[in-house]
């Protein structure tokens, strides 16, 4: 097998004249996933994004590898099943990037005491999520006093809290997920990934089934020759299956879910915590991440235009009741420093109830034509979610053309790109001329690779300064960006390659003209084009800002503690 370049002017020069096994349409964690399993099963496979990797719902998560308590409370005991079997896995095939998590769940009542009814659904839920699976990380949960509660959130209101339950699951930073695990298709297991390739038709051939994909890139359109094509394009996928099969099949019912980034001096929680909403039946996690923290999610039907979700006054009001309920300093407006929404790709049932209360589980549609549409799911069970697919795929569409050995999915065990060397990154850091925090950072951002991160700096030590000042990112990482994992523009850079854009949009839009003549001379760009480049992600950041009905808030002032 010829391993692919991660590279797009190779990736779109063998989209042209290459025929393939699979194309996948999408490049968020479920396309990701679906074009590695089929790779490393010995597909000849190649997979288009319209926009950037993860630029859809895959990088706007909670970033949760987790089973899901309310979950298991709604009784869908199969999904927190499946997604704690998941969590085991990435916590094995990623160590880099998918960390373990304890989060808290403060319990409340009156006079000291918890209604006997919520303490025993709680205890039931505890002991029936250790049950299903959370006993692999070798750490059950368990009851925590007051002062216990207190230490691991110093901010709970005292006065009501009674004790809490501590458990545990993990995180993940959800667009490096996605471009580890785009690497690790093509420079691993030979699949061509190519991003800014929009689908814009279908072809069949004489028989009816599908036997091409009609993409536009670079103000050019061609086809790509394929014997199966998978739907990945979440949200989106009955626009896909609309040039499939010739009618809209209505079959999404996309659900809203915002974020709010605040400095963590506000809140103080070393773990994560579960918070209940007033008036609402539901509760909303809040996440500390290095210097800040993020509170979310909301959950509300949407029937905006489903390319631009955003984050609402009303949204922003409905995550600061929550917080300042359950939080002794009370976080305004002024004290967010970033947000984001995105759509949760979710399959319409015949309940009309609320979008918290429909299944996260996944759907497998077969066109007549053979497009296979994989929706629903979750980050967590991506790779089960991939599996299931492309054992449809394999079965059903390709049959016989299929090459041997393709039945059955190999990713269980298959390690991510970086996953390999990332022990020893801060151990080496001496050798670079790197500090051990630049390090650590580099390691759980590129694990093994990070070496070549701080190869780089060792060449030029001004790429270990910030990439946005007040923020972790070093220079070098920008680098990396454009030249090994396909970023392209000054918005992939500091929205997903780096969050910088999560946890401080304001400084990110002032840092965007440094970004965009750093990366410049990489993507061969004039002084123009390195411009108009900073503009946009400026005006991405002014309307997503404006949206919230926000005003900018710079870090040195959200950081200051006095
Ligand atoms: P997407 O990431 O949207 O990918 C689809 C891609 O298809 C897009 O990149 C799009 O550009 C591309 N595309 C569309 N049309 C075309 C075309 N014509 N040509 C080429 N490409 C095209 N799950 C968890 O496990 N843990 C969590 O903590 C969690 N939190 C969440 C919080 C929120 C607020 C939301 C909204 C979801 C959350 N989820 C979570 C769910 C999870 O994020 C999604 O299930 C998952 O990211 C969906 O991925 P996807 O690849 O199916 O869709």
């Given at each position: 097998m010829t391993l692919a370049a991660f590279e797009r002017a190779t990736s779109l020069d063998r989209l042209r004249h290459e025929t393939f096994d699979l194309v996948v349409i999408g490049g968020g964690v479920t396309g990701a996933g679906v074009a590695l399993d089929a790779a490393s099963r010995g597909l000849k496979v190649a997979l288009v994004e319209r926009d950037d990797f993860s630029s859809g719902t895959s990088s706007k998560s909670s970033k949760l590898i987790h089973g899901g308590l309310r979950y298991l409370q709604q009784g869908d005991v199969k999904l927190v099943y499946e997604a704690l079997a998941e969590r085991q896995r990435l916590l094995t095939n990623a160590p880099h990037l998918v960390k373990l998590l304890p989060f808290l769940l403060p319990m409340f009542g009156k006079g000291g005491v918890i209604p006997a009814k919520i303490a025993r659904l709680l205890g039931t839920a505890m002991w029936g999520y250790d049950l299903t699976g959370g006993f692999k990380v070798g750490k059950l949960h368990k009851r925590v006093t007051k002062s216990e509660a207190l230490e691991y959130m110093p901010t709970l209101p005292a006065k009501n809290l009674v004790s809490g339950y501590l458990y545990f699951d993990a995180a993940a930073d959800d667009s490096r997920l996605v471009v580890a695990i785009c690497r690790t298709a093509a420079l691993h297991h030979g699949a061509v990934m190519a991003n800014r390739v929009t689908v814009t038709g279908l072809t069949q051939g004489a028989a009816g089934n599908v036997n091409g994909v009609t993409v536009a890139a670079d103000g050019d359109e061609f086809t790509i020759a394929t014997n199966a094509v998978v739907n990945a394009a979440g949200v989106w996928a009955d626009r896909v299956r609309t040039l499939d099969e010739g009618t809209d099949p209505d079959s999404m019912r996309p659900a809203k879910g915002v974020h709010l980034t605040v400095p963590h001096h506000l809140v103080r929680n070393t773990i994560a915590a579960v918070i209940p909403v007033p008036k609402d039946r539901r509760s909303v996690f809040v996440v500390p991440h290095g210097e800040f923290t993020y509170i979310g999610t909301t959950d509300t039907d949407y029937d905006g235009s489903i390319d631009d979700p955003q984050c609402t006054e009303d949204d922003i009001d409905y995550l600061l009741s929550a917080i300042n309920a359950n939080n002794v300093n009370t976080i305004t407006r002024?004290?967010?420093?970033g947000t984001w929404a995105g759509l949760r790709p979710l399959v319409k049932s015949a309940s009309s109830g609320r979008t918290a209360d429909l299944s996260r589980g996944h759907n497998i549609h077969r066109s007549p034509s053979g497009v296979v549409t994989i929706t629903g799911g979750k980050l967590t069970t991506y790779r089960h979610m991939a599996a299931d697919t492309v054992d449809e795929v394999v079965s059903e569409v390709l049959g016989a053309r299929a090459p041997r050995g393709a039945k059955r999915s190999v990713t269980k065990k298959l390690r991510l790109r970086g996953a390999d060397g990332y022990q020893s990154v801060t151990a080496a850091a001496r050798g670079y001329g790197v500090t051990n925090a630049v390090a650590d950072h580099l390691a759980n951002r590129f694990g093994g690779e990070a070496r070549a991160v701080m190869a780089m700096i060792k060449d030029d030590p001004t790429l270990a300064e910030p990439l946005v000042p007040g923020l972790p990112y070093v220079r070098a990482e920008a680098i990396f960006a454009v030249r090994h994992e396909m970023a392209r523009s000054v918005d992939d850079v500091l929205s997903r390659r780096t969050r910088a854009r999560l946890y401080g949009r304001a400084d990110s839009a002032a840092a965007a003209d440094a970004v965009a003549e750093l990366i410049a001379p990489e993507l061969g760009w004039s002084a123009a084009e390195a411009a108009a480049s900073a503009a946009e992600f400026r005006a991405l950041c002014e309307h997503e800002r404006d949206a919230a009905g926000l005003e900018d808030v710079l870090l040195g002032t959200a950081l200051a503690t006095v």
């Open positions: 002024d004290d967010i420093v």
